[in-house]
């Protein structure tokens, strides 16, 4: 259905750049919302971004609020996530997921109920 790629590895220094992408396999992500997660060693599964395909609209948890960037190629199906000025904090296994729910009170920076995974990606930032 999809998948979460890197396109040139997953380790980083603190401060350093890496992009991730998230492509559609199967269906398109057109009228959908795709959503970024990630997992630290230890800790729950956490929000991190996501994009409302039709609208544009994004969200962005606090913590990277102004560092990380989402963006989409409809074209392309493919969403993805510039992170820039990486910290160790960062280190995570990093999750793409999707819904095409989007109208109504799924239309929200907060409602985190998926219907597809992708597999998670490594992201490492050395100190």
């Known amino acids: 259905l999809m998948c979460s790629c890197r396109r040139w590895g997953g380790l980083v220094q603190a401060g350093g750049s890496l992009r991730l992408s998230c492509a559609a396999s199967?269906?398109?992500?057109?009228?959908?919302?795709m959503v970024w997660f990630r997992q630290a060693p230890g800790k729950e599964r956490e929000f991190v971004s996501k994009?409302?395909?039709?609208?544009?609209?994004?969200c962005y948890a606090d913590s990277v609020k102004g560092r990380f960037t989402m963006s989409q190629n409809k074209e392309k199906s493919t969403v993805y996530l510039q992170m820039n000025s990486l910290k160790p904090d960062d280190t995570a296994v990093y999750y793409c997921a999707a819904t095409q729910r989007v109208t109504g009170s799924w239309y929200s920076c907060l409602n985190y109920d998926m219907d597809y995974w992708g597999k998670g990606t490594q992201v490492t930032v050395s100190s």
């Open positions: 199967g269906p398109t992500f057109s009228g959908w919302q």
């Open positions: 994009i409302f395909y039709t609208s544009g609209r994004l």
